[in-house]
């Protein structure tokens, strides 16, 4: 039996870390409510024999890659000028757009811009909505923000074989349209007959034909609109990944970045809020109540609430972790064509802008209301390794808070102690950093360090959390 290995991943020469950047979070909410099912209710899991309450990680990425590109559109952050990749269902409707500025103009409706942009992306294997969807793709894509112009220079290139290509299979996609409506006719047909015991009635017009093959994108065509597609030196791409299975030689990205749902180290404790919103008007009118008796009576034992509710809110201290493969970021920006050097200083760009979202970014549910996004974590734990470390593991026995000790410090103590202990036995990890913004946390280290037991040094940014 012969055995393969899997290729070593390609790293420049300029990097010489360890593969993994692990962190380690606590931070607590009061009263809040950042992620919800489908029906507003807060999101828990059993952990423990506990249920916990829960953010779960695809809130937790969407906050830090939202978090990222608004720091850049703002011109901050380490990434202020690296190119971005987009999600989106509306690529078809971007193109056409671009083809109008790019001057694609027509009289015929069969071949405006619009009608060329689905037409297209149907020819590379996407697939489209009905009715008021019908300019959407059914699945959402992750494109460099570069894509739909790229896209519309190909078209505009190509602009006289794109249309005859176009009208081939239109002709095509409408006969097969036709006979799919002519089938679920006889198919109706034939339900009603056996419903009501009678003989399915079906005209000869009405007897489907053998479906046609659509003319395929010519090869060329399809190649250019393809690399159109390439994530190029997208970094949100190299970061988070993708996967386009529906389009046919388009690469998919291992995405370098691993989440976890964050949960509560204690029991879930939530409450339900009563909320009463007022009616200005209807207020304003008790205050200086009219003389028409009918509005009066309309006011009689009213308090003034225009509409009431509830909702139930959160509180608790979570544990949070994630994960990033360096050499697989470097290796997907390697990719894009860029030179070592170049990749060395995005790639440490990206590690940067990574850990700054995984501190400030927090999902934006209820924000308004409850301020929960200004929410700054009680302790961050930085540390590379040649694997990534999950210390979820240590909360499995749930934290009961006392009058002794909050529960952020509680679990604080405890993570710290089982980092000391994974670090004294184990080669493939570092010490690290650790960084807080808490008084309590801050006291808490402050012993460990007078008692020679802090094994991360403390830093005081961001920044020193990565220093190499």
Known sequence: MTTTTAAPIAVPDTFHGDQYLSLTALFSIAGGRPVADDSGAPKSMLYGSHQRSVLTSASLRRAERTHSRHLANNGHGPLADAARGIRTRELAIMVANQLHDLGWDSEDASVDAMSIARSALSGMGLKFGAERTANLTKVLLFIPESAPNAIATVLLAQRTDVEQWHQQAQE????????????????????????????????????????????????????????????????????????????QGTPNIDGALQHAPAFTVTAAAESVDFYSAADDAKLARKANPPRRDAMAYLDHGDNGSGITGYQTLISGTFFRHAALDRWLLRRNILASGLVPEQVEALAQAAEEDFVTGFIDAMPQAKRNTTAVPGTLPKMVLAFTGKRPFNYAGIFERVIVETDKEAASVTAARRLLAQHELVTRKRADIQPGRVLTYDLDVQELLDDLRAAGRLVPAEAATVAELLER
């Open 172 to 247: 095509g996609r409408d006969h097969n349209t036709a006979q799919d409506e002519k089938r679920a006719k006889v198919s109706k047909a034939k339900r009603a007959a056996i419903r009501t015991g009678e003989p399915a009635e079906i005209s000869e017009d009405l007897e489907p034909g053998e479906a046609v093959k659509v003319a395929p994108l010519p090869k060329a065509l399809r190649d250019a609109l393809t690399r159109a597609l390439d994530p190029g030196s997208a970094i949100d791409i190299a970061l988070y990944g993708r996967f386009l299975a529906e389009i």
